[in-house]
Structures are given as C-alpha cells and as structure tokens.
C-alpha cells in the first residue's frame, strides 16, 4: 500500500510563498507521475502540476511562472514552491501518486493553504 504524506501548508499573506512536500512510501511502481491537486472550498478538485519520474512538468494555466514542482526519485518526494500567491489559490492542496503501468491512483490526506488579502 503507497502512503503520501503533505506538509507545508499554512496561511501566507497575497504575494507571499509557500513550499508544500509530499513524501511517498510503500511499494511504488515506474513510471509514475506525481503531482499536486487542488480544492477550494464547493469547487471541483483540479490539477495544479505534475511531474513524471523522468522530469517531465506539466502546469495548470493558473499558476503557470508562479509555481514550480519538482521531484527527487530517491526519496520518492514531490515539491511544489508557491510564488507570489494570490487569495484565488486557497485550497486544500492534494498530492497524487499515479501508477502508470497499474493505473492506480494514490491521494495524500490533503494540506490547507490560505492566502490573505
């Protein structure tokens, strides 16, 4: 069974940073593409970014020069450094663990980020 544990979040003033971590455990198959969802509070959950076990990032257009995600493959941990946030990205923030060779997606517990105005 994979476990994905977040840390990071927390309440930052508009314009402000943050950097969320997302830690993978257990057997975990390649390849495999990490990454970050979120949720606002009666909105769908959405893509932020992934990142693929080869370094391949892929972006919502929302955060795009704003937010970068990377990946270190030995220690199976995501990153995601939030610059110059906006109150529009308040969300609980979700880390996902996608199997490609098994299709099975894995979700972390979610971490609260609340940008200030």
């Known amino acids: 069974q994979v476990q994905l544990v977040e840390s990071g979040g927390g309440l930052v003033q508009a314009g402000g940073s943050l950097r969320l971590s997302c830690a993978a455990s257990g057997r975990i198959f390649s390849p495999n593409v990490m990454g970050w969802y979120r949720q606002a509070p009666g909105q769908q959950r959405d893509l932020v970014a992934t990142v693929t076990n080869s370094g391949s990032t892929n972006y919502a257009d929302s955060v795009k020069g704003r937010f970068t995600i990377s990946r270190d493959n030995a220690k199976n941990t995501v990153y995601l450094q939030m610059n110059s946030l906006k109150p529009e990205d308040t969300a609980v923030y979700y880390c996902?663990?996608?199997?490609?060779?098994?299709?099975?997606?894995?979700w972390g517990q979610g971490t609260h980020v609340t940008v200030s105005s």
């Open positions: 996902n663990l996608f199997e490609r060779g098994t299709g099975f997606h894995y």
